[in-house]
């Protein structure tokens, strides 16, 4: 269960929060990582996104349900070829707040990664731009999470074609 907070963030202050240091440590092995990861993206999506937003719930069930197929969890989302853009942002919102959230249960590595990879499939998918960030700052951030060892390789490869369309702007 996640607890609604406020995300309103400049980027400035975003771009700064999401720059990793890779010496950073954080406790987990990247198997691990891969573990915890696959077990959110295989979680029921509504679930979280309704706990998170009770006012967006309705949104996000209309959404998931008349997309076809029907999205249910991150990963349909994740890899749907056509994903609602309603729900990209709605998940992006959703790890931004983790990644903010000291006691998230999910490890900062991951709720960045969710993060760009909401970001990333609007912008190769549906041709739409969820973040404010300039290209250079989404751009460090896209390659950072494609560099992520534990990520598998599908979404490794959409991070790395949204920050090759920065690059053909």
Same mark, same amino acid.
């Given at each position: 269960?996640?607890?609604?907070?406020?995300?309103?963030?400049?980027?400035?202050?975003?771009?700064?929060?999401?720059?990793?240091?890779?010496?950073?440590?954080?406790?987990?092995?990247?198997?691990?990582?891969?573990?915890?990861?696959?077990?959110? %993206? &295989?979680?029921? +999506?509504?679930?979280?996104?309704?706990?998170?937003?009770? !006012?967006? #719930? $309705?949104?996000?069930?209309?959404?998931?349900?008349?997309?076809?197929?029907?999205?249910?969890?991150?990963?349909?989302?994740?890899?749907?070829?056509?994903?609602?853009?309603?729900?990209?942002?709605?998940?992006?919102?959703?790890?931004?707040?983790?990644?903010?959230?000291?006691?998230?249960?999910?490890?900062?590595? %991951? &709720?960045?990664? +969710?993060?760009?990879?909401?970001?990333?499939?609007?912008? !190769?998918? #549906? $041709?739409?731009?969820?973040?404010?960030?300039?290209?250079?700052?989404?751009?460090?951030?896209?390659?950072?999470?494609?560099?992520?060892?534990?990520?598998?390789?599908?979404?490794?490869?959409?991070?790395?074609?949204?920050?090759?369309?920065?690059?053909?702007?």
């Amino acid at each position: 269960m996640v607890e609604h907070l406020d995300i309103t963030t400049n980027p400035r202050k975003l771009a700064d929060m999401i720059a990793l240091d890779a010496q950073e440590g954080h406790g987990w092995a990247p198997s691990e990582l891969a573990t915890i990861f696959k077990h959110q %993206l &295989a979680s029921p +999506l509504l679930v979280d996104l309704c706990d998170f937003d009770p !006012v967006g #719930a $309705e949104e996000a069930r209309m959404l998931a349900l008349r997309s076809e197929p029907p999205i249910t969890s991150f990963t349909d989302l994740l890899t749907h070829a056509e994903p609602p853009v309603g729900l990209l942002d709605q998940v992006k919102k959703l790890a931004k707040a983790m990644m903010n959230h000291l006691d998230s249960v999910m490890p900062r590595e %991951l &709720a960045v990664t +969710l993060y760009y990879l909401a970001i990333a499939n609007a912008m !190769v998918k #549906a $041709e739409t731009r969820l973040s404010s960030l300039s290209d250079g700052e989404l751009k460090q951030g896209l390659v950072w999470a494609a560099s992520q060892s534990w990520l598998d390789e599908d979404y490794r490869a959409t991070l790395s074609a949204a920050a090759v369309k920065l690059d053909s702007k």
